[in-house]
């Protein structure tokens, strides 16, 4: 059996401001290659789509604890 993905747009979810600031606090607190890449590529999607673009449930849970790591 299929797993669905639940995603949402990231307008949904924050304000540009605070997107913005996960996506600079975990570029800061990036610590492995995946994480890098990661971070990398949410800030591509934001260039491409702006706060269009859809962030799914586990893409939110990663980019927020990447953004949390000390």
Not at 7 to 36: I, Q
Not at 37 to 53: S, V
Not at 57 to 70: F, T, W, Y
Request: charged share 25%.
């Amino acid at each position: 059996m299929s797993r669905v993905i639940s995603t949402r747009p990231a307008s949904s979810l924050y304000t540009p401001d605070r997107l913005r600031d996960l996506l600079s606090d975990a570029e800061t607190n990036a610590h492995s290659d995946w994480d890098r890449d990661f971070i990398e590529t949410m800030h591509a999607r934001l260039k491409q789509y702006g706060m269009g673009m859809h962030i799914s449930s586990l893409q939110r849970h990663h980019l927020e604890r990447i953004a949390s790591s000390i």
